[in-house]
């Protein structure tokens, strides 16, 4: 989506799209450190609680000031800049305890094949995703707000899904007790 928006409405070439990406690398490997520095002071719940309020608010953002831009190239431009950022700093956050937390809900005989479901799931979005937005580029209110549903959808899931994940431990005793432990 980022792509054709910046060619679009920004007019980037290569060399500006090259030069976004390699910035928006550099923010993400940062962001997996901070992540993993955060993983061992507070629970993967709220680090994916973090994460999930982070791409909200950058959703948000993009829905208020890139739908109908106000001001000039460089008002709208930042404003692009500010919401790619945001939508950056939430993806170490959910990416990491999200593939945490999941291994915790899943049984020990089945983690590989519902990992392998889940990873699935997710490389057919890459897929999806980036087809489906870039047909919307004209209509930034339909891309963001089916973005911000998704993202509110989830987060819902997962404060609702919060006693499940607050007892681990019940996966772990009923499997030492199918074999017999």
Known sequence: MVTPLTENYFNFGELGNSL????????????????????????????LAVGLVICCTACIWCLIFLCKPQG??????????????????????????????????????????????????GGLATILGPLWAGGLTNNLYIMLGMMLALLVMITVMTVLSYDR?????????????????
């Open 165 to 181: 994940l607050a007892e681990p431990t019940v996966v772990q005793c009923a499997q030492s007790s199918d074999s017999g432990g």
């Open 72 to 121: 000039g190239y460089e008002w709208q431009l930042s404003a692009f800049i500010v919401g790619v950022f945001l939508q950056l700093l939430g993806l170490p956050f959910v990416a990491v305890s999200q593939v945490s937390l999941f291994s915790k809900v899943t049984a020990e005989k089945t983690q590989g094949f519902s990992q392998g479901v889940r990873r699935s799931a």
């Open 20 to 47: 976004m990406y390699s910035l928006c690398g550099v923010e993400v490997i940062v962001g997996f450190f901070f992540v993993r520095w955060l993983s061992s002071k507070v629970a993967d719940r709220v680090v």
